[in-house]
């Protein structure tokens, strides 16, 4: 996030993100408060679409970390929104509807059904789905997408270990549909880490950099248990 909100509650109180939401869950929302400096546009993007997405931070019980979005790439702001105010949540491996009449030939969208229509591709070991422009919009039902919009996946690793052979085989099947359908596709793995680049994990580094509600730390092993904490 480019800009986020002081905190509303005591930083030593915060603890590890309520077990009920995963970071990159959306999540619709009856009420966001306001917090002092918050950039102008936040107000009208929670009207046209009151949906934020939840975010690596530690959040104190009753609160939850979210993140706006707005128009453009420089309107994000982290915020934190009260638990109560959640009305309904869903999951990136949940937006499986169709995008809005007439815009299934946008680059994102048509990468993201070539993907989910292919049976027998590699991704389909894993639960999957998009985030990003293209699971806002599968899940507000309001145009977020554009003609240069990425498409953003997110991929489930927690259970089992990804493996470096079978990441760049990922990798390359991703890699191989962004370049025919002319679209850039930036996978995340969610690790018991946090997150992780699939490219980053793929290209073999002695240390990757995983995304942690504790803030980002480079680590060997995302699945170890002894390099990294619990609350990812």
Not at 1 to 21: E, G, K, L, N
Not at 163 to 183: M, P
Request: neutral net charge; glycine residues 8%; hydrophobic residues 45%.
């Amino acid at each position: 996030m480019q800009v986020c909100a002081a905190p509303p509650f005591a930083i030593d109180h915060a603890v590890s993100c309520d077990a009920r939401w995963r970071p990159h869950d959306l999540l619709r929302l009856q009420r966001l408060q306001a917090f002092h400096n918050e950039p102008s546009w936040v107000r009208e993007a929670f009207g046209r679409a009151p949906y934020a997405v939840v975010r690596r931070a530690p959040a104190a019980d009753g609160f939850v970390a979210i993140g706006m979005r707005g128009v453009g790439r420089s309107e994000r702001y982290g915020t934190w929104a009260s638990s109560a105010d959640v009305v309904s949540a869903v999951s990136p491996e949940a937006l499986s509807r169709a995008p809005l009449a007439g815009r299934h030939a946008l680059p994102a969208f048509a990468a993201l059904a070539a993907l989910q229509n292919n049976a027998t591709g590699p991704l389909n070991a894993f639960v999957w789905g998009p985030t990003g422009s293209a699971g806002f919009e599968l899940a507000t039902q309001v145009p977020t997408v554009t003609a240069s919009s990425d498409l953003d996946l997110l991929i489930r690793t927690q259970e089992k270990p990804l493996t470096r052979n079978l990441a760049i085989e990922l990798l390359d099947y991703l890699q191989a549909l962004a370049q025919r359908i002319g679209v850039r596709v930036d996978a995340q793995l969610d690790t018991p880490a946090g997150g992780v680049a699939l490219a980053e994990w793929a290209a073999g580094k002695p240390r990757v950099l995983a995304r942690h509600a504790r803030g980002p730390q480079l680590i060997a092993d995302p699945w170890d248990p002894a390099s990294h904490g619990d609350d990812a």
